[in-house]
């Protein structure tokens, strides 16, 4: 079993829905983050949080520590939303999950 | 572009032969991540860096696989005498807190 586990591992959606994307981890974490990653490889780093919630556009992450899980909310998807989005496990050496690919369908 | 650069960016090879890569981190980031990603999975971590020490290295890590970072700034990642089973995407990422920017990865294809 993995460290960290996400969940669904394909997500096909309508331009316009509402998207939830879950991370459970079974390791004491100290930061989770949420990264995006296009075709092609890049990786890039959406949200870093240890509590609470945070939101940055249409893009809404939040994390519950007694329970160990995140979530990942796009508010109205757009078709450029498409990528694989990766949550993350770690302070250093970061644990990933083994993504989550998203296809947003105009 | 997050600032880190990775060269090459593809590099196919026989099997049995040598490759390096280079990672240039962003400049004033003291912590260098290297990470290994195969088809259709998360990344996996292999080793790190703070300034010029690699303070942990993955079990993944091989006696095939060498990793520096000689002046704390830019690394290298060797791999000696590839086996098909190392193709895949290697990711290089830098940090200055806690938060990762990351290199476009080089592919490897090892026939």
């Known amino acids: 079993k993995n460290e960290v586990e996400q969940s669904p591992q394909n997500l096909t959606a309508q331009e316009g829905e509402f998207i939830t994307i879950n991370c459970s981890y079974s390791v004491g974490i100290s930061a989770l983050h949420w990264l995006q990653q296009h075709p092609g490889g890049g990786i890039v780093s959406l949200f870093m949080l240890s509590s609470g919630k945070k939101k940055h556009g249409r893009l809404i992450a939040t994390i519950n520590i007694q329970e160990k899980h995140s979530s990942l909310h796009i508010t109205a998807s757009h078709p450029r939303d498409s990528a694989v989005y990766i949550c993350?496990?770690?302070?250093?050496?970061?644990?990933f999950g083994q993504g989550t690919r998203l296809t947003i369908n105009p | 572009d997050t600032g880190v650069s990775q060269d090459p960016r593809h590099k196919i090879t026989k099997r049995g032969q040598n490759v390096t890569f280079r990672c240039d981190p962003i400049s004033e980031h003291n912590r260098l991540y290297w990470y290994r990603q195969t088809l259709g999975q998360g990344p996996e971590f292999l080793t790190y860096f703070q300034n010029e020490a690699q303070l942990e290295k993955s079990r993944l890590l091989s006696d095939r696989f060498s990793a520096e970072r000689p002046k704390g700034s830019f690394s290298t990642l060797e791999i000696q005498r590839t086996e098909q089973g190392d193709s895949a995407m290697y990711l290089c990422?830098?940090?200055?807190?806690?938060?990762?920017?990351f290199g476009p990865g080089t592919r490897l294809t090892v026939l």
């Open positions: 993350a496990g770690g302070a250093q050496k970061l644990v």
């Open positions: 990422a830098s940090s200055l807190g806690a938060k990762q920017f």
